[in-house]
């Protein structure tokens, strides 16, 4: 019996070793050993680099200079004629997610866009054939508060959801100001927010139970201490954790908003409860409000040039992003939605047409400064020695309207090849499915993408009245 037992023992011991073997050489893929050679390499934040290699080995830039050699087992990609530059980094973004609005609730900080990507997503890949290698899976706008985001790499062809995960990126909630959380909740549920002023009460009440839950814990942490206490504990929330560790600065909150006036006011909140780390989204009528914005060192995050899609974002201008570059505000370009994501680049360069930035500051929008708004700069944005392996390169300048991405790399791997990849590069093809690998649809609705799923629940509660 103790022999059967032994070996018993020792099967459950060699099937642990080989699951954590097979585990770690699945996660072993994720980084892969490169060199780029003779490109024009622009850096971002160290200048542009002509006929100038790139090495990444295992998965982070190991040197950037002339006349590299290539290592045993590497992958070697001539770029010349072409350019090298950080992978693009959509800081608002609802890629690799099904479903976005939790729109149940005013307050939803429970939940956590990071528990349902989706690694199968053809739109994964869409983005990297646009040098797109870092998105900011985001929580709709439902909701005043709404739940937790995940910052993921596109690591297309992984099957393993926790694979897309930027691991050890910091904590981000999504808020939202102005229609979206009024007509959900006040017009579609008959509950607070109804009105802009509504959507401020709502924050600020939640800041305040979360507040109270805190310090409840923090007596009772410092109580258990003392002998013979006998007290119990507060209750659990999620939802008041997840608030407590905003106020605490561990959540970086990223904010729809449109108008100057809610803005502006969200910043009094902030300010009230000792709250720094904020990035609105959006952000159209930032232009007004940019010194502010500035003096909080709050960032935001913009459209080149959309607006007028509802009424409350009527006011805008294509100079929205370089006013708040010139006053000193983190700025970048995101997308909200799948489509433009592959052409951040061009949304780029618009800046130069309407408010003449630099190529730097062009750039900068789409590299480094939506790294700053993630929390993520010292890792990607930039090509630097340290830094990870995401880079797209380029036929054409990024910034013409002819440039063409032609190859983009994630942690060292080649994850988009132009001229490699086969038409079809769908993970899981279903052969009975009727579905084009193309998929164009048609949305006559005058809306924003943030308000994917809560909208259809909306117009059918308002149809039924």
């Given at each position: ?248 600065g561990n959540i970086i909150i990223h904010c729809h908003s449109y108008r100057a006036d809610e803005i502006y006011s969200i910043l009094k909140i902030c300010k009230e409860y000792g709250i720094k780390r904020i990035v609105f989204q959006h952000v159209n009528e930032g232009f007004k409000v940019a010194p502010e914005l500035a003096e909080y060192g709050a960032m935001a995050s913009v459209f080149a040039d959309w607006w007028a899609y509802k009424f409350e974002v009527y006011y ?150």
């Amino acid at each position: 019996m103790k022999y059967m037992l032994t070996k018993a023992l020792l099967r459950i011991l060699i099937a642990g070793f080989t699951a954590m073997v097979i585990t770690v050489s699945l996660y072993a893929q994720n980084t892969g050993t490169v060199l780029i050679k003779g490109g024009t390499v622009i850096t971002v934040t160290k200048g542009t680099l002509e006929n100038t290699d790139v090495l990444v080995r295992d998965g982070k830039i190991a040197q950037i200079g002339k006349s590299i050699a290539a290592p045993a087992n590497s992958t070697t990609i001539d770029a010349t004629g072409m350019f090298v530059m950080p992978g693009i980094i959509d800081a608002h973004s609802h890629a690799a997610l099904d479903a976005i609005n939790e729109a149940t609730s005013p307050v939803t900080s429970e939940v956590y866009t990071g528990e349902v990507l989706n690694p199968f997503e053809i739109g994964i890949y869409r983005a990297l054939g646009g040098g797109v290698t870092t998105i900011h899976a985001m929580h709709g706008s439902a909701n005043a508060i709404g739940g937790e985001c995940e910052t993921i790499k596109l690591r297309y062809g992984v099957k393993d959801a926790n694979a897309l995960r930027m691991e050890g990126a910091p904590r981000t909630i999504k808020f939202a100001l102005g229609e979206n959380p009024t007509r959900v909740h006040g017009g579609g549920s008959n509950i607070l927010p109804r009105t802009r002023m509504g959507v401020e009460f709502v924050i600020r009440e939640a800041f305040a139970k979360a507040k109270e839950y805190s310090a409840a814990w923090d007596k009772y942490n410092k109580d258990k201490t003392q002998k013979g206490f006998r007290g119990a504990p507060p209750a659990y929330s999620i939802r008041l954790e997840t608030l407590s560790e905003i106020l605490k600065g561990n959540i970086i909150i990223h904010c729809h908003s449109y108008r100057a006036d809610e803005i502006y006011s969200i910043l009094k909140i902030c300010k009230e409860y000792g709250i720094k780390r904020i990035v609105f989204q959006h952000v159209n009528e930032g232009f007004k409000v940019a010194p502010e914005l500035a003096e909080y060192g709050a960032m935001a995050s913009v459209f080149a040039d959309w607006w007028a899609y509802k009424f409350e974002v009527y006011y805008s201008t294509a100079y929205n992003a370089a006013i708040l570059t010139r006053n000193g505000v983190v700025t970048s370009i995101n997308s909200d939605d799948g489509e433009l994501m592959r052409h951040l680049y061009h949304e780029a360069g618009k800046t130069q047409k309407y408010g003449n930035l630099s190529d730097e500051e062009a750039l900068s929008l789409i590299t480094i400064n939506p790294a700053k708004q993630l929390g993520i700069e010292s890792r990607v944005g930039s090509l630097e020695v340290g830094k990870e392996g995401d880079i797209a390169i380029f036929k054409g300048h990024p910034l013409s309207v002819y440039a063409i991405p032609m190859i983009t790399i994630v942690d060292g791997i080649v994850r988009f090849d132009r001229q490699k990849d086969a038409d079809d590069m769908r993970v899981m093809i279903d052969p009975k499915e009727p579905l084009d690998a193309v998929n164009i649809e048609t949305n006559t609705d005058l809306s924003d993408n943030c308000m994917k799923d809560a909208e259809e629940v909306f117009y059918n509660l308002f149809e039924l009245k």
